[in-house]
C-alpha cells in the first residue's frame, strides 16, 4: 500500500490590503479592539478575483514547483465554504483551468476544517491506489460576510494555499482523527440559500455569516483542545499550526496542552481569518522560512477547527 506524502505547498493572496484602521472609516470599530481581541491587524481582501481565481494561482504555483505535467494528477480536492457557484464546484473549475482533464475534482465543505478534512479525504485515496493530486484551501470569505456587522466583518480574511500530495512508500501522515456535531450547526451560518420555489413562499433569511462569537470560542477551548490532547497522547510534537482566528484562542489552547507558545506559529496578524485556507498558508510559509522543511521528518499537527461544527487533526511526518 501507498501513502501521501506532501511534496509541494504553494499560496496565493490577494493584492487589496484592509487594515484594522482602514476598517474604522466605516465601521464603529477600533484598531485596539481588534487586536486585544484577536490579534488581527490587517487582511487581505479580493475585488475581481472569485474563490476559484485564487485556487487557480495556488494550482499554478504547484505545478510549476513540481515539474508534473496537469494530466498526471488523479484528484483536485478544493477545501471552501465560499464557492463561485453551488455548481459546478471549484474543484471542477480548477481541473478544468489547469487541464488536468485525467483528474477527479470536487469540494469539501467543513468551514475553517475545511483543509483538514480534504487532506485525510486525499490521503484514503492515494492508499486505495491513486498516485498524486491537489490539495486545496481557498476562501473569498469577503463575499460571504455583512459588511456592517462590526462582530463578525473584522474577523476574516480572503486568500488560498494547497498542497501535492503524492504516492510514497513510507506513511507520512501517520494518524487523523475528525469529528463534527451538528446539533450546534446554527453557531455559525454563512450563504444560506433561500428556501423558495413556486410552490412555497418561506421567509427571506438574511444569507450573511452569522455566529456565535462566545459559543465557538468555547468550542475551540474546550471541544478541540479536548480532542486535541486526545490525539496526540504522549507523541512529541514539534510544531501545531492550528486554524489562524484568534490569537488569544491560540494561547489559550497552547496553555491547556502545557507546550510552549513557540509550538504555535501565527499568522493570523496579517491575514485574519481565513477559513479552509488559513493551514496550508501558514504551512507553505513556514516553509518558505526555512522554519519547517519537507522530507526532513520533523511533526507537526494541523488542527482546524470551526462551523459546522466541524473540528479534526493530522499527525504528520514530513
Ligand atoms: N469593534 C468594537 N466593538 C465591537 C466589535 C468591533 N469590531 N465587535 C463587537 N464589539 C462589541 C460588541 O458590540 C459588544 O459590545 P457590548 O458589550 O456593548 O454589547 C462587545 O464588543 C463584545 O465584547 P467582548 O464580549 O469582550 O468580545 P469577546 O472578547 O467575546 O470577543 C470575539 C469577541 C472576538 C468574536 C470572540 O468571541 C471570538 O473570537 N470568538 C470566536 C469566534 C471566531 O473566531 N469565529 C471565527 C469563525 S469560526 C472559527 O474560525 C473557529
Known sequence: MSFGKITA???????????????????????????????????HIAEAENTSDMCFKVAEKLMTKSKLEPVDLDFVIVA??????????????????????????????????????????????????????????????????????????????????????EASEQASIMKQMLRADGERATSLTAGYRQNKNPFCTNPEVNPSLAMDGRGIWNFALNDVTKSL????????????????????????????????IEKFPMNLMNYGNTSAASIPILLDELIEAGILTLNEKQKVVLTGYGGGLAWG?????L
Request: hydrophobic share 40%; charged share 25%.
Open 313 to 317: 487533526n493530522l499527525l504528520i511526518q
Open 229 to 260: 490532547k486526545e490525539f496526540i497522547g504522549d507523541e512529541s510534537v514539534d510544531y501545531y499550526l492550528l486554524h489562524q482566528a484568534n490569537k488569544r484562542i491560540i494561547e489559550k489552547i497552547a496553555r491547556k496542552m502545557n507546550e510552549p
Open 9 to 43: 505547498t504553494a499560496r496565493y493572496l490577494p493584492k487589496k490590503v484592509v487594515t484594522n484602521e482602514d476598517l474604522t472609516k466605516w465601521m464603529d470599530t477600533s484598531d485596539e479592539w481588534i487586536q486585544s481581541r484577536t490579534g488581527i491587524r490587517q487582511r
Open 80 to 165: 471552501t465554504m465560499s464557492p463561485d457557484y453551488t455548481s459546478p464546484s471549484v474543484a471542477c473549475q480548477v481541473q478544468g483551468m489547469i487541464g488536468a482533464n485525467q483528474a477527479m475534482a470536487f469540494d469539501v465543505t467543513a468551514a475553517c476544517a475545511g483543509f483538514v478534512y480534504a487532506l485525510a479525504t486525499a490521503e484514503n485515496f492515494i492508499r486505495s491506489g491513486m498516485k498524486r493530486g491537489l490539495v486545496i484551501g481557498g476562501e473569498k470569505t469577503s463575499k460571504l460576510l455583512d459588511w456592517e456587522d462590526r462582530s463578525s466583518a473584522v474577523l476574516f480574511g480572503d486568500g488560498a494555499a494547497g498542497v501535492l500530495l
